[in-house]
Every structure is written in C-alpha cells, then in structure tokens.
C-alpha cells in the first residue's frame, strides 16, 4: 500500500466521490469577504482538482464586507483575539486557543497539504501533522507597521513556517530574494506571480470629462495602502482632475472633506469593471515604502484587462509593466505625468494586441495551472 493509502486507511472510510482526490486545508489570513485578492484566487483555481476548505480570519470590521462567491470550497470562519499584536499574554492566549481548534479541524479533515498564507499560522500546526506544508508567500510579512515586540514573533514563526514548508510560493522575485537573504535558499520555491479574470470585460478606450466637466482618476484597492500626500498634491495641482477612490476605507490617513477627492466604499468584484468605466485613468499611488517594494499589485493586472491608461509609482518589481503605466517617481512627479495625459486627453500608451497577449499570459487560470502542476510535483512522493 502506498503512503496516500495508508494515511487514508489509518483515517477510517471515505466518502465514494473523494477517492483519489487530495484534501486541502486552506488558511487564509483575511476574511473570505474582504477584498478579492491572490488568496481568493489560488482557492478558487485549486478547487479544480482538489478538495479544498478555506479557513478564513473572520474580520470584524463587516461594514468593509462583500459576500464572495463561494462555489466548489467549504468555507469555515476561525476567530482571532482582539489586540493580540499589542500584548504578548493575548497573542499567547490567542495561539494556545487557536492550536487547539485546528488540530481538531486536521483530525477532522485528514488534508494531505495545509496552505499557509500568513507566518503566523505555523504555530497553529501540531507538530505530529505528516501531510505537506505550503507557504504562500504575498508579502512581506515583518515590513507591516506593528510593535517591534510582534515583529520579533513573526520573524520566529516566519524562521520556522519556511523551514517547514514543503513548498514556498512567492508573488513576486523580490520576495523570494528575501526570504533567501533571511534564510538561505527555502528548498523548492517557485516564483507564482498575481494575475487578472479571463471574464474582465474591456471597457471603453474612449476617454472624456464627467457630466461635472471633471477628469475622473479611478482607484482599486485598500485605502491603507495609498500615499495620502501624493493624491492630496494631485488633486490641489490640477484643478479640473478628481480622484475617485474605491476600497475599505481602514487605515485611511486623508482629507475626508475635499471635494475633488471622493471615497466610494467597497463594490462587488464583478462589478469593478463598471466603475473602471466612469474613470479616464487608473491610478496606483503606492506609497514609497519596505512593504510596497515586495508587492506584484494585482491591481495592475485589472487595470490592464479594462483597457484603461494607468498611472503608478515606480519601483523595480513592476518595471515589467513599462508597456502599459505611466510611472512616476514622487508626488510633484505625479502631478507633472497627470497633467502631460490630461492635455493629451488620457490616452493609453498599449495597443488592443499588446493588452490581449498581456491576458493570455497572465490570467489566474494561467496561475492556476502553474500552481496545480507544482502540487502534483509535490504529491507524487506519496503515490509511489
């Protein structure tokens, strides 16, 4: 018998329709409605060939929450302590509650991989599971703003999750380089970069003022995570130009009283693309730090699919896209880019080719089919 029979011979029988197909427990470090991001993405492509149950951080912010599609996953919520990065008694008390409920998850599931996507799920794992760790790696995760004390906790459990894992994923080249600057070479990483719908519709590549005689600039994405100065500078600069900003708005550190700088709250992710409509641009305004350098926005990508000129900071991991951004180097810099498109009329830099094979290279069912492969690489040890 070999090693996959006798781990599912030791669990008792299994359901007729699971035989033969590997069991996932999927960890996921944000709400499954928050944001649609990379998480919600690779569950998603790994429910094609996999049993897979995601279990998600419940966030408690929910006003910020989308209800996500759910289809093909097994969706289960684990709760957190409030403030456990501000005390190290609660993020003892919130580990020593939270190993408890997941062994009993793995002693009820029987995953052959768990899929991490937070250092700070390690020590949730018993150190008796036998199946397959899989880090997938999204960001830096010691480069957040947090107390020093829990920054020192994740590099202990970032030290140990890459030690563990069987394979380590990374969104982008700068985060593989790190965590081989920390740790030497993690045995078997693969570079699995973000990607796009292949059910993006292009929107109109026509551009054109408001019905308020204004150039609306469109943003997609986390209001935490803008460079608050650069967008002020932006829209004190050009008087006719308004930023219309999409996402949760925690963390926001703006103005919530300019006029020309409009916070909409979260939409649907199928509706994204109508909003994408109403703006003459999109626009990255990433502020210049530690954390951004690691990040393969997957922003750019649906900028991309919707045919829309883009706008966004410069940094070495996203030079790729140089066909397709605007880029610019500092908040007068993005005043001076913005101005030079708004007299030309916003007209985008790549063609309708260049846009369609940019899609057929880098759609998450491109990543999927990458990440799957890499899976069964993974697995085959334990038929033979």
Known sequence: MNQTGRLRAARGPVAPDSVGCPRILYLMHIDWDFIW????????????????????????????MRHNDRSGLVLRPFFQLPLRQQSRLLADINGLLLRFVFRVMIWSSHPDIIWLTSPEQVE???????????????????????????????????????????????????????????????????????????????????????????????????LANVDVEAITELVKSVPDVCLDLVGPGTGWAG??????????????????????????????????????????????????????????????????????VEFYESPQDLVRVVSRMRSEGFVRKYSEEQRRTFLSENTWDVR?????????????????
């Open 368 to 384: 999927g089919r990458q990440v799957r492969q890499e899976l069964r690489d993974l697995l085959r040890g334990m038929d033979s």
């Open 255 to 324: 103005a919530t009283d300019c006029p020309r700088l409009q916070l909409l709250g979260t939409l649907e992710h199928q509706g994204l693309w109508k909003f994408a409509s109403t703006c003459c641009c999109l626009i990255a305004p990433f502020p210049r730090t530690t954390l951004t350098q690691g990040v393969d926005p997957v922003k750019l990508y649906e900028y991309v699919s919707w045919g829309k000129p883009i706008v966004a900071l410069k940094y070495p991991e996203i030079e790729r896209f140089s066909d397709f």
């Open 37 to 64: 991001q990379r998480p919600h993405e690779l569950a998603k492509q790994l429910a094609k060939e996999y049993q897979v149950q995601v279990v998600f951080a419940y966030g408690r912010h929910r006003g910020v």
């Open 124 to 222: 949730y794992i018993p150190s008796g599971y036998q199946g397959k760790v899989v880090y997938d790696c999204m960001d830096d995760a010691l480069a957040f703003p947090q107390p020093a004390a829990f920054v020192g906790r994740m590099r202990r459990d970032e030290t140990t999750l890459v030690a563990r894992s069987d394979l380590v994923l990374t969104s982008s080249a700068y985060l593989g380089a790190k965590l081989s600057e920390r740790y030497g070479t993690p045995a078997r990483t693969r570079l699995i970069r973000n990607g796009c719908s292949r059910s993006n519709r292009p929107v109109t590549n026509e551009t054109s003022r408001g019905a308020d005689r204004l150039w609306h600039l469109g943003y997609i994405g986390t």
